[in-house]
């Protein structure tokens, strides 16, 4: 009934459990036996007096670099980045460092090099294990810190260049070969290798230092620092001051601070361009200035020390107030100036209302239709200006105007309907303030309101009538576009200086308007957008609505200048890329994103932390 063999027959005084007694036994002496043998290389207080070689777990030699490429999840350069799959596997020691844009140098065996930037990192388990239980989370909970040595740590990587040895010179080429498996990654700190990789010029205009979330890039030269700068020369295209530069940024951003601090490069004695009669001519900066603020440029920064005015020598950026500048104040109405704040030169100016011949909208502030604009245009302002010559003032406009004998007149010719006669008189009425006031007329200034080298600044801060403030603006920036682009120009000075028509607040005049003097001021700066390169004419736009500034002047754009941005439709407007584009809202004071595709990649920067001319008022 049993199935345990011959133990179902077991007998206990059977010579069989003698047998197995015997053999138990010596199984026993053998054990003592090997106890004893142990027991001979064992010293009285129980230490091992026979030495184990231990084997070494880290690699003999120094690391190099802060990791390697990975081939796990695949290896491959795409000319679609979204089929490009580059990884690194980063050391232990190396990964507190890395941060998601810092950029790597991976060699090829041949010399080249692939210049890259980190877009993502990542934990990825070295064991298969699950960490999310309770245990895991309690022993956590109750230790200091991470075993790293229990995770993979990878970083996502974007090629950028291929960066190669050309006599001598090191030059970039777009991405057009796979690195070898197990590369060692090292971290990008020569200057030349970065300027190359990312396309930035060696010289030209100064806007920051180079940074990757908000921490500068440090190099092993002296000083650590990376210059960004914009091309001003022609030896490799046109300079990008006259290709135009917008500047967006929310208050406190510190968008005047760096406004100002590039302005002033500008204005450098060294600063010059080749004009077409052969002469080297100065910047001559037109500035409109709604805060006013850029006045403030004549005065040296009280907290600018030696110590740092020493770095930006050694820099080779401008720095100090620029002794030729001029405060050009409108005279509007009984509105006074106050310029307690700067120590600039001060001239007044006035509009004369012989510019609304030519600009025939600065007198339409209301909004004219079609049909009301060309009844101004073409029936009575040639009307008035034969009766009363260029010398004609707009108060006698408007006395011209209420003329009923005049208004029956063209009414009955049929010239100007009676209805659009009274459109036109109700809206160009309320200029009284703004036109041929108690100063001297801008156009008899261009000499000095133009000067190479020099800045003018136009404050309109005093004025409290926002009509008023467009008139003038849109006056004055006319007469100097039209000038510029004109093939024969009334004021040589204007057409033959190199200008830079700078305007803050530049929403509030280039925005999208249906009307028809809106259209005009939109057509005129798009139009010195488009020319501007080859007439030596650069706007440079400030604002803090990007969105609101009209898409035909904003396309032609070459230099956007972000900072801080909060409104997520001026950041779309911006046209950033996206990687930067998520930055903005977070960006501190003075850091900026600067998108300038003839100049170099898309790059993070930092601002000088002091303004290189006054700023701010006690």
Known sequence: MTDLGDFGDFDADSDGDSDATDAVAADVGDTASAASSASDSTGTNGESNTAFESTPVEPRGEDVGIGTLCVSQGLRIAEDEDDTSLRAYVTQDNRSS????????????????????????????????????????????????VDEADYKFVATLEPVAVLYDDDGELKRRMTDRVPKPQTVIRTADDIEAIKTGLKMPEDGVFLGHLSVGGEKVRTAASPPTIDYRLKDDYASGDPLVFRHTLIAGGTGSGKTHGAKNI?????????????????????????????????????????????????????????GGHEDTTAFIPKVGSATYSAGHHRAKQVEFTIPFSMVYENPWLVAGSGLN???????????????????????????????????????ELDESGRVHEATFDAVRRRVLGFGHVFDQDARPITELVHDFVRPGGLTVVP??????????????????????????????????????????????????????DSVQAGKVIRKFTEAAKQGRKERLGLFLITQDPQDIHDAVFKQINTTIVLNLGDEDAIKSVNIPSNLESKVPYMEKGQMVVYSPDNSEPVELIGLPKCLTRHGRD
């Open 460 to 513: 309109t801060y005093h004025i409290n009538d926002t009509r008023a403030t467009e008139a003038i603006v849109l006056a004055v920036s006319s007469l100097l576009i039209d000038q510029k682009l004109s093939n024969d120009p009334i004021y040589d000075r204007i057409k033959e200086t190199p200008l830079v028509l700078g305007m803050d607040e530049a929403h509030n005049f280039l925005t999208d308007a």
């Open 370 to 408: 079609d049909n009301q604009y060309g009844a101004l245009v073409s029936v009575l302002l040639p009307r008035f200006r034969k009766q009363y010559g260029n010398s004609g003032t707009y108060e006698e406009f408007t006395t011209f105007l209420d003329d009923p004998a005049l208004r029956e």
């Open 263 to 319: 302005l002033r490069q500008y204005l450098a004695d060294e600063r010059t361009y080749p004009m077409a009669d052969g002469r080297e001519v100065g910047t001559a900066v037109v500035q409109f200035d709604p805060q006013d603020e850029y006045a403030q440029m004549h005065d040296d920064n009280p907290d600018l020390d030696s110590e740092f005015a020493r770095r930006l020598e050694r820099e080779g950026i401008a720095y």
């Open 98 to 145: 890395i941060r998601i844009g810092s950029y790597l140098l991976a060699p090829y065996p041949d010399g080249e090099t692939l210049f890259c930037r980190i877009t993502g990192l990542e934990y990825a388990q070295q064991y298969h294990a699950d960490d999310a239980t309770e245990i895991h989370a309690r022993r956590a909970m109750r230790t200091d810190e």
